[in-house]
């Protein structure tokens, strides 16, 4: 087939540059990313056609496991990821051609970027247990290597240790899922484990190691320490990729498994997905809204999209296991279209700050200021996934998030009590994290770019190249066509939604106009984001108008207002840490026991003000401080075996063989 064979040049054309890359310099290391951005460009369309085809591609390898071999497959699930997964690799190759060669050590970058490009490919189109966990590691160890490209630096080498240790546990985790689904039998290929579903009993334990594996790579909490630390740490543009899509790629691990291979659903199958999802969303904020590194606040605000992606899956396992068919394309298609719209938005919002970053050298919010006037197109695009990020119409983030709260709307229809009970916390939860992320982003945009600079880098600052302007460009338009025509978009998924539900959204033009989205009927769920766009714009301009009209046109001149502090210093703007203050007020002192101490000397004493706050991280101490003090301390303790005597040893291993034979002789 020519759709094979575009895919598979594509993907041997990343593996041959990330050879040659690795053995040569110069001019290899520089066809890196256009070789990177054709074979993504190569494999987005195969997905394409492959998705709005309702077509199939499979093929089979001599290789791999005896007497399995390699089995590949594109169906419309890995077709859409696909589309996911190529874009945001499209975006980064191009901003990854404007890199500085030795300021941003990109010959330590660029031969593990196409292998990390094809490891994440070739885990959506493995049909068997072996190909999926064998890219699936190739995936995560290729990106660890990308984390501790700046090896130099001990933040860098401690948050690719910590990802190591998680893609291990994680990686167990689907070993033992995978296992399960097999069966007795050993059937590795996912045709054999579709047509054998597992017990009840097994089945539960198969989505617990999936919500594991799958969940740490996407950072589900309490799986998700590595992110914050992981994403400040890799180059910005492979920040984008891990963000914006390698998390999709384990979403897709686990669409794969609960829709796909597991078979049909049973109703509490939804609820650890919505609990833990809900959670994952409010506290990832939460996260984001106190903290001062522009980075990590990003990856805060990942953590939080992937727990509205898992809360938009868990309700529509609930729908399908209760044959509420209508109900569960919707809540797919609201997590399908978040899926796409939060690659868009977060890769642009990681492109940026690597823009701030390479214009500036500083991440902390606190040490920026003013880049709307040195950075002007860069502060757009931006605004744009800023916007986007928050949820606000008429941009692709509200798209999906309408769908979502359709679908949590519908949700008290459901006839268990856990569910119908359950759905209006998780809509008020759902609600508070979209407010706590347009107060995230209002704090990030204002603190970075507007005000007056508060250090001598962002005095200076200055734009960055074309080409990085242009992949920022790209996907800020993506964002607004997206939200305008999300209606064309949710049409797009059909063929996907009527493979694993046997049915699809309204199609554009059933509404009032041609790009009405519609959830259930027109007379209860619809919208319409060109008429809003056009409503948002005359309004707009309306009062632009009129004030400029009303106001006096002689130029008046005045102190400016100074909030009580007379001096022009830029230290006395607000700063990020002071914008949080509410609600770290508010939420922090249950959520991260926050305390403030201010330390007021006496009138005369010339010694400067101090204020401090202590920030608890409960989730760090009970999943990963508690235990690795207990392993270190296990192996303090058992360190003593190393520095026994031969008498010693020869007792112990009597006393182990006496063990064994008791054993054997109580089993027998």
Not at 205 to 223: F, H, N, Q, R, Y
Not at 603 to 610: I, V
């Amino acid at each position: 087939m020519p759709e094979l064979q575009v895919l598979g040049v594509a993907l041997g054309a990343l593996a041959a540059v990330a050879l040659v890359a690795t053995s040569a310099r110069g001019l290899a290391l520089a066809l890196v990313y256009p070789v990177s951005a054709l074979a993504a460009l190569a494999i987005g369309v195969v997905d394409l056609r492959v998705l709005l085809g309702d077509g199939l591609l499979t093929a089979t390898l001599p290789i791999g496991l005896p007497s399995v071999g390699l089995h590949l497959r594109l169906d419309t699930l890995s077709a859409f990821f696909g589309i996911v997964v190529n874009g945001g690799i499209l975006a980064a190759s191009i901003y990854g051609m404007g890199l500085d060669r030795v300021r941003e050590m990109t010959p330590r970058v660029e031969p593990l970027f196409p292998l990390f490009c094809a490891a994440m490919n070739l885990v959506l189109i493995a049909d068997d247990a072996y190909a999926f966990l064998f890219c699936w590691e190739l995936m995560s160890l290729t990106s660890w290597a990308l984390v501790v490209a700046r090896h130099t630096d001990p933040e860098s080498r401690r948050a690719a240790h910590l990802y190591l240790v998680m893609a291990a546990i994680g990686t167990a985790a689907l070993l033992f899922a995978f296992g399960g689904l097999a069966g007795p039998a050993g059937g590795y290929a996912f045709d054999t484990m579709r047509g054998h579903p597992p017990a009840p009993l097994v089945a539960a334990l198969i989505l617990t190691a999936a919500l594991v594996g799958c969940g740490s790579k996407g950072g589900l909490i309490p799986l998700h320490a590595w992110l914050p630390l992981a994403h400040p740490a890799a180059p910005s543009h492979v920040s984008a990729l891990m963000s914006g899509v390698m998390t999709k790629v384990a979403i897709y691990g686990f669409v794969r498994i609960a829709f796909d291979l597991l078979g049909p659903p049973t109703w509490w199958w939804a609820l650890p997905p919505i609990v833990l999802g809900a959670i994952t969303a409010v506290l990832g904020l939460l996260y984001a809204v106190i903290d001062r590194d522009l980075k990590r606040v990003l990856a805060y605000s990942t953590i939080e999209n992937v727990g509205v992606i898992f809360v938009a899956l868990g309700l529509a396992l609930a729908f399908r296991a209760n044959g509420r068919d209508d109900s569960a394309v919707v809540a797919m298609a609201a997590a399908l279209l978040h899926v796409l719209n939060h690659s868009w938005f977060k890769s642009l919002l990681f492109l940026g700050a690597g823009a701030v970053l390479h214009a500036t050298g500083r991440r902390d919010l606190d040490g920026l200021g003013g880049l709307i006037h040195r950075m002007p197109r860069t502060a757009i695009f931006f605004l744009v996934g800023a916007l986007a990020i928050s949820a606000l119409p008429p941009l692709n983030g509200f798209v999906s998030e309408w769908l979502l709260f359709q679908a949590v709307l519908a949700a008290p229809e459901l006839p268990q009590a856990a569910l119908h009970f359950a759905s209006p916390a998780i809509g008020a939860m759902l609600a508070l994290a979209a407010a706590l992320a347009a107060a995230c982003f209002v704090r990030v945009y204002g603190t970075a770019f507007l005000g007056r600079p508060r250090s001598p880098e962002a005095a200076t600052a200055h734009d960055v190249p074309l080409v990085q302007q242009i992949a920022m460009g790209g996907l800020a338009l993506l964002c607004i066509l997206g939200g305008l025509l999300g209606s064309v978009l949710a049409g797009a998924l059909a063929p996907l939604l009527q493979t694993m539900f046997g049915g699809a959204m309204a199609p554009p033009g059933f509404g009032p106009t041609y790009f009405s989205l519609i959830a259930f009927d027109p007379d209860r769920s619809i919208y319409d984001a060109p008429i809003i766009a056009l409503f948002v714009t005359i309004a707009s301009l309306t009062t632009l108008v009129v004030v400029h009209r009303l106001s006096e046109r002689r130029t008046r001149r005045g102190p400016a207002w100074d909030c009580g502090f007379p001096d022009p210093s830029p230290t006395t703007q607000y700063t990020a840490s002071s914008f949080a203050q509410p609600l770290r007020r508010v939420y922090g002192a249950v959520t991260f026991s926050a305390r403030e101490t201010v330390d007021m000397p006496p009138p005369g004493d010339q010694r400067p003000a101090r204020f401090s706050v202590v920030l608890i991280d409960h989730l760090w101490r009970a999943f990963y401080a508690a235990p690795g003090r207990a392993v270190i301390g296990l192996s303090s303790w058992l360190n003593i075996l190393q520095f026994l005597t031969i008498r010693r040893y020869l007792v112990l291993m009597f006393a182990a063989l006496v063990i064994l034979l008791s054993i054997a002789a109580v089993t027998t």
